[in-house]
C-alpha cells in the first residue's frame, strides 16, 4: 500500500506563493500519475494539477499559470506548487496518487492553505 504524507499549508497573504509537498511512502515506480485537489467549505472537491513523470503535467483553467505539479523520483516526493494566490484559493487541499502496482489510488490526509490578509 501507499501512504502519502502532506505538509506545507498556512497562511498566506493575496498574491504570496505557497508550495505544498507529499511524501510518499513507496518507491517511485509504484507512484504511476500524481494530482492534486482541494475541497473549500460547501463546495465538492476540485480537480487542480497533475504530472505523470514530471516533464508532461496540466491543470485545471481555474489555476493554470498559477500552479503546477511536480515531482521528484529521488526523494519520493510530490509538490504544488501554487503562486499569485487568492482568496477564494483557500481550501484544504488533498495530494493523490495512481498506482498501477495497486490498480488504486491513495489519498493525502489534506493541509490547509489559508489566503487572507
Known amino acids: 500500500q501507499v501512504q502519502l504524507v502532506e505538509s506545507g499549508g498556512g497562511l498566506v497573504q493575496p498574491g504570496g506563493s505557497l508550495t505544498l509537498s507529499c511524501e510518499a511512502s513507496a518507491s517511485a515506480r509504484d507512484l504511476t500519475f500524481i494530482s492534486w485537489y482541494r475541497q473549500a467549505p460547501g463546495k465538492q472537491r476540485e480537480f487542480l494539477a497533475e504530472t505523470l513523470d514530471g516533464s508532461r503535467t496540466n491543470a485545471a483553467a481555474s489555476v493554470k499559470g498559477r500552479f503546477i505539479a511536480t515531482r521528484d523520483d529521488a526523494k519520493g516526493t510530490m509538490y504544488l506548487q501554487m503562486n499569485s494566490l487568492k482568496p477564494e484559493d483557500t481550501a484544504v487541499y488533498y495530494c493523490?496518487?495512481?498506482?498501477?502496482?495497486?490498480?488504486?489510488?491513495?489519498w493525502g490526509q489534506g493541509t490547509q492553505v489559508t489566503v487572507s490578509s
Open positions: 493523490q496518487v495512481y498506482s498501477l502496482t495497486y490498480n488504486r489510488a491513495f
